[in-house]
């Protein structure tokens, strides 16, 4: 009995022993809070923003439906009132967000005013002693047009606190929606003896066909977002040039009643610039323990 306790008990000792000599492979941790940061280098974000713009023409060539004789033709040039009409605009923006850079789609409703004016001047020729015998002439054109933009544009943004300013260029491609355009036309008839001073009823037409049903263009500008709980809220100024003729060059004189007061269209490039105001809601976290401000961290 006492040779088998002991036997029992050398072996007991040598199973703890080899216990002892097994260690246990440590786990690898998860790093929640370094997975999170990973996780919040990428994201999208869906916004909506809208604001108003103005407008100015580039004329690449200037055309009339009258050509004078007996004087310069630019004695009658249009003069273009560039940047002094509003228009306004909506955007709906998709942007996917990558450690401080943002790659953008933009579909964009544009609705641009732009016009001109020139002057007219007939004199009696078979009598030049009789000077006040003349006839003068005002014409304001106003052309409003809007457009479905396509821009895709890259962005580069750097966080300070709740503020992170931002800078964007891009290319955009647009399709015309709708056109039309009013002229006013008043005048100083000195024939009669006196100034007798007159304005005829506006004439409005659809323009639609005076216009090329697509233009390409370049677009650049900054902005600023504030970062408030998920949601971010930003105001930008963007400036759009056309890189290619806005104009219909087979429906220039395509208008009877516009070819009828001597009007008709030029080849030009458009530009805009617009201040938008709006808010952008994260695809990837909705919940309250995401904050906007965490995506640099």
Same mark, same amino acid.
């Given at each position: 009995m006492k040779n088998f306790c002991c036997l029992l008990l050398c072996l007991l000792l040598a199973t703890a022993g080899l216990a002892q000599s097994r260690k246990t492979p440590k786990l690898p941790k998860f790093n929640k809070n370094k997975e999170k940061n990973v996780f919040l280098k990428k994201q999208w974000w869906?916004? #909506?923003?809208?604001?108003?713009?103005?407008?100015? @023409?580039?004329?690449?060539r200037?055309?009339?439906?009258?050509?004078?004789? /007996?004087y310069e033709p630019t004695v009658i040039a249009k003069k273009y009132r560039? !940047?002094? +009409?509003?228009? %306004?605009q909506a955007t709906l923006e998709a942007t996917f967000y990558f450690t401080g850079l943002s790659l953008s789609l933009q579909p964009?409703?544009?609705?641009?005013? #732009?016009?001109?004016?020139? /002057?007219?001047s007939w004199t009696d020729s078979e009598?030049?002693?009789?000077?006040?015998?003349?006839?003068?002439?005002? !014409?304001?054109?106003?052309? &409003?047009?809007?457009?479905f933009d396509l821009p895709i544009l890259a962005k580069y943004e750097k966080m300070y606190n709740k503020i992170s300013p931002y800078i964007q260029a891009g290319i955009y491609t647009s399709f015309l929606i709708n056109a039309n355009k009013s002229v006013d036309v008043s005048g100083v008839d000195y024939a009669s003896g006196g100034e007798n001073q007159f304005k005829n009823e506006r004439i409005i037409v659809g323009a639609s066909d005076l216009f090329a049903k697509k233009h390409w263009g370049l677009l650049g500008g900054a902005g600023i977002y504030l970062n408030q709980g998920n949601v971010r809220f930003?105001? +930008?100024?963007?400036?759009?040039?056309?890189?290619?003729?806005? %104009?219909?060059? &087979?429906?220039? #004189?395509?208008? +009877?009643r516009l070819s009828g007061v001597g009007d008709t269209m030029d080849d030009m490039k458009l530009s $805009?610039? $617009?201040?938008? @105001?709006?808010?952008l809601f994260p695809l990837r976290f909705l919940g309250r323990n995401f904050r906007s401000t965490d995506i640099n961290k």
């Open positions: 869906l916004a #909506f923003k809208a604001g108003p713009n103005l407008s100015g @023409a580039k004329v690449i200037s055309y009339s439906a009258i050509s004078p004789t /007996n560039n !940047y002094k +009409d509003l228009g %306004a964009t409703y544009r609705h641009n005013r #732009f016009g001109y004016t020139n /002057n007219y009598n030049p002693e009789n000077a006040n015998n003349r006839l003068e002439l005002k !014409y304001v054109q106003q052309q &409003k047009v809007e457009y930003n105001l +930008d100024i963007m400036y759009k040039q056309s890189m290619s003729n806005i %104009a219909s060059t &087979k429906n220039r #004189f395509g208008s +009877d $805009s610039v $617009s201040i938008t @105001a709006g808010c």
